[in-house]
């Protein structure tokens, strides 16, 4: 009854409203309880935030995706209980059309093989810039680099063919931290392309001098004192099989779905965006439908009791995730925030950022990872864990 | 750096390095795509550092015990940057200052003894490609999977003048000249790191850097000062003879009324023999004889202290003392293992009796060559990283106290060294809800694979033995965004001697979290002044501020 009510009395969000303080009650059937919170009272972390909706569409992955997801349409088959699919190249949506049986679980192995660009990296003109706040605290910046290689499912022109992957890598994953307090510190992720099998990770320590072997099957722990953990990246990160996967609705959301790059950086020159979400006009957040799929973790000892991660159906890009506590309680609140691109061959594409949320601590850190150079032709090998800590 | 004609075989050697190179480059690699690897842009960093540690012990064998322990302030500066989009620069340049402590003074240390200026590390990097990357300069470079000791960390000597917790073994590493090239090799899937190593430094860089000499004597038999992180000085006479007082004896000499010497034998390390105790001049010439080198003594009826004449032979800059090795790593069923291999130098010395004790006592501080074979290994588990490290170095030079059986005091022994680590991070929610405990455990064994015939180490009276055990346990966390962290490290030796070092950090969120203030207390325990390694040390425990700043 209530939400049929939510329903019934919210207002439809319509291009040029702003929905602030004022008017947010209106519009709670759109965004996830925590950014009604930033809407009305910056939760206590931060001012009113308030929301212009603009005419924003979502942006579509690239055409050689298309194209290649188009071919896997009653070709691919699933096995619902772990996930393992028949038929499939890694090329493309394994389900570009969605239909029952096991939705659920179509739906999420379309989220994990979604698009991604065939590499990335950062060059020195724009890296990665995050903004944190302690409850109480100032804000601190930092900066970072990234690069990352996938080596099947290649489809954008020129590098569709899978690279030399003698070790089963469905990605490597390359981060270079800046921040002066562990300058240079560098980690490699390398994820398989056996969902069965844990991620490996690796940290280039510069007190060390020495790349040590690191822990990964606790992905769901807190890095370096942030409310970030592997699993929460893009909204949520973690081994396909060892969670289930739940459509408990399906509803059409606002969210930051397609910013402009060139405006991120013209007013925020220096890429530092100095607050938990992003708002205001300069930044207009659009209607799209989603997935809400609720994600709960197979291990009892797993700190979080479930994820609600919002799933924009057209890109597979999450919108937003509500992660809950063993308790059932409000724990960490994700917007990602989408920014459209061009792939280095010219492909319109995009790339998603994240800001995260701890309600427990009052912590947040908002990471701008917009700038990135997609397609580019990086090798195989640059990201092993005896190179990567040249880069 | 000095340039001697003997270096003209290295620079050949480095132009055939730097051929080879090339030849990377023309042959096809499947690392060598079209791919250009970006251009690095400009930085400069560094970090202010000051350490302030107080003793919270008195030494019994001091004039003074003032308590200021360290007062070392550091600027370390760093210069990174692409020269073009293949070459980039890193020049990293430490300045470090520490004033006269009380408790040295008129121990012989030089004034600006710990004082330094100079490039820590200089090189130019080669990126040839994604896959080959070459670095020419002075760098530091460590192998090997052990965080507490130095298995295969075998590359660069150690400046051992500052130690104990304040210190961790990267502040101490001394950086050599080297060309070092790093390789993808995808067609075996493993990775190459090879070092070849000439000796350009002057000759004090070569080797590990040691708290000069024992303390100063007063002519009343008390000391004077020591060096700070020296060891307590006379325990190389207690363990033997269980007293501060002992005689040491060369063969023939029977000094009269002592029954702690052992007549017609030679004991002790070769370093220094020592006389404590009151002695007329008579009974000194009798006993040492009227030639000996290099000693000056004090009046009749003071204590009498002899050192031999020392002399160092430090690895030169031929080719034939070149140190070079090479290190692979290659996953396997989910290990990643490998090997390495390291021709070098010991870095610290052993001492070889030349011509005889009757000769006078000559001692030449060697730096033998070395072989060390290796291999390392770790894998994730669900419990854990495990980390494993071993070095094997065959027919290594040690000291021995039988000279009787070894007149030069050198035997040799095959030695080996074995690490195995966990790391492990988990939460404790009770204790922190939101951030995790990390966990080390390292084990480090040491083994001497032949008898032991008395090996001792160097210039004390410890014995080695046949194995020796060290475990280490760190546990750290850290609270409200690792704005406060607390740590808590043990080293246990199973000889009965360790370190226990609790310790807090604190960053505000001041300067973009960039001050930080850490307080430490090293407490270091022994069941005795001998114990190795701890043992040695046990007078030295100090509380230390460690405020830094990095911008």
């Known amino acids: ?66 194209k290649a997801s188009e071919k896997n349409i009653g070709k691919v088959t699933i096995n619902p209980d772990d996930l393992s699919l028949t038929g499939f190249d890694f090329c493309g949506y394994p389900f570009p059309e969605v239909k029952e049986p096991h939705k659920s679980e179509k739906i999420i192995v379309n989220y994990y093989y979604k698009w991604r660009p065939a590499d990335y990296y950062y060059d020195d003109k724009r890296i990665i810039t995050s903004a944190s706040q302690r409850k109480g605290g100032r804000i601190v910046r930092s900066t970072s680099k990234a690069a990352c290689i996938v080596f099947v499912g290649r489809t954008a022109p020129g590098f569709q063919k899978n690279l030399d992957n003698p070790n089963g890598l469905y990605w490597a994953q390359f981060n270079h931290y800046m921040q002066l307090a562990f300058k240079d510190l560098k980690t490699l992720q390398w994820r398989y392309l056996d969902t069965k099998k844990d991620d490996d990770l690796w940290s280039y320590i510069p007190t060390l001098r020495r790349t040590l072997r690191m822990l990964s099957s606790e992905k769901a722990n807190p890095i370096n004192g942030t409310p970030l953990t592997y699993d929460d990246f893009f909204g949520f990160d973690g081994k396909l099989s060892q969670f289930t996967y739940k459509i408990i609705a399906e509803k059409t959301m606002l969210g930051n779905i397609a910013m402009d790059e060139e405006v991120l950086y013209k007013k925020h020159p220096d890429g530092y965006y100095d607050y938990p979400v992003f708002h205001g006009p300069d930044f207009p957040y659009g209607i799209a439908d989603t997935y809400v799929v609720e994600v709960k973790p197979k291990d009892p000892r797993y700190p979080e009791s479930k994820k609600v991660i919002y799933m924009n159906k057209i890109n597979y890009q999450n919108m937003y995730s509500e992660i809950f506590d063993r308790n059932g309680e409000l724990w960490k609140g994700l917007q990602m925030n989408v920014v459209k691109k061009k792939t280095t061959p010219g492909e319109d594409s995009y790339f998603s950022s994240q800001s995260d949320i701890d309600f427990k601590t009052g912590y947040w850190i908002q990471i701008n990872g917009a700038a990135n150079v997609q397609d580019n032709g990086l090798p195989a090998d640059a990201l092993t864990p005896g190179m990567f800590y040249t880069w | 750096m000095r340039f001697t004609k003997s270096m003209t075989p290295v620079f050949k050697v480095v132009a055939g390095m730097a051929v080879l190179a090339i030849l990377m480059i023309i042959f096809p690699h499947k690392g060598r795509a079209a791919f250009e690897m970006p251009k690095k842009s400009w930085e400069i960093d560094g970090f202010i550092r000051n350490n302030t540690g107080v003793w919270t012990e008195n030494w019994d064998y001091a004039e003074t015990n003032d308590p200021l322990a360290t007062c070392r302030n550091w600027l370390r500066l760093n210069l990174n940057g692409g020269i073009t989009r293949s070459l980039n620069l890193k020049a990293e340049v430490l300045a470090v200052y520490e004033p006269e402590y009380p408790r040295e003074r008129g121990g012989g240390i030089k004034a600006n003894e710990y004082n330094s200026f100079d490039f820590r590390e200089l090189r130019l990097d080669w990126r040839i490609n994604p896959s080959n990357t070459l670095r020419f300069g002075r760098q530091i470079v460590n192998w090997g999977e052990s965080l507490s000791a130095r298995v295969g960390d075998v590359i660069n000597p150690q400046d051992m003048r ?222 854990g990283v495990l980390a494993f490290d071993g070095a094997y170095r065959p027919n290594r030079h040690f000291n021995t106290t039988d000279l009787v059986k070894n007149p030069e005091a050198i035997v040799e022994k095959d030695h080996l060294l074995a690490q195995a680590r966990l790391n492990k991070e988990f939460m404790i929610r009770k204790l922190n809800p939101f951030a995790t405990f990390s966990l080390i455990v390292e084990y480090v064994g040491e083994f001497i694979l032949d008898d032991l015939d008395d090996i001792h180490v160097p210039t004390y009276f410890i014995p080695y033995h046949k194995d020796s055990h060290t475990l280490l346990t760190s546990l750290s966390t850290g609270y409200r965004a690792n704005m406060y962290k607390y740590g808590l490290t043990l080293i246990y030796n199973a000889q009965g001697s360790g370190l226990f070092q609790p310790e807090f950090t604190y960053t505000p969120d001041i300067l973009n979290s960039e001050l930080s203030f850490k307080i430490q207390w090293a407490d270091v325990f022994g069941k005795n002044d001998y114990n190795y390694p701890y043992g040695l040390m046990r007078d030295s425990d100090m509380i230390i501020l460690t405020t830094q700043y990095n911008f």
Request: charged fraction near 15%; proline fraction near 9%.
């Open chain 1, 1 to 66: 009854m209530l939400f049929f009510s939510s329903v019934l009395t919210a207002a439809v969000p319509k291009p040029g409203d702003v929905i602030d303080s004022s008017n947010v009650a209106q519009y709670t059937y759109y965004f996830p309880a925590f950014m009604v919170g930033f809407i009305k009272n910056g939760n206590d972390m931060t001012e009113s935030s308030p929301i212009h909706v603009g005419d924003i569409k979502t942006p579509l992955p690239p055409e050689s995706f298309r």
């Open chain 2, 162 to 383: 500052f130690d104990l917790g304040f210190t961790n073994l990267e502040d101490t590493r001394m950086p050599i000249w080297m060309v070092r090239g790093l390789h993808q090799l995808s067609f075996i899937n493993s990775s190459l790191d090879w070092v070849f190593s000439p000796y350009m430094e002057p000759d004090r860089y070569r080797v590990n850097r040691i708290p000069s000499a024992a303390a100063t004597v007063n002519s009343d038999g008390s000391f004077k000062a020591a060096p700070r992180f020296a060891t307590y000085p006379e325990t190389r006479i207690e363990e033997m003879f269980g007293t501060h007082n002992a005689m040491i004896a060369i063969p023939g000499a029977a000094p009269g009324g002592s029954t702690l010497v052992i007549p017609g034998a030679v004991v002790g390390p070769p370093l220094c023999y020592m006389y404590m105790g009151p002695i007329a001049a008579a009974t000194a010439t009798g006993m040492f004889g009227t030639a000996f080198a290099g000693t000056p003594y004090p009046a009749v009826g003071a204590y009498l202290v002899r050192v031999p004449k020392v002399t160092y032979d430090y690895p030169d800059s031929s080719l034939s003392d070149a140190r070079y090795g090479f290190k692979t790593s290659t996953p396997i069923a989910g290990w990643q293992a490998g090997v390495y291999f390291w021709h070098g130098n010991e870095y610290s010395p052993t001492m070889r009796v030349k011509g005889g004790l009757a000769a006078g006592l000559n001692i030449v501080a060697e730096y033998p060559d070395q072989n060390v074979y290796g291999f390392t290994a770790n894998k994730n588990f669900s419990f």
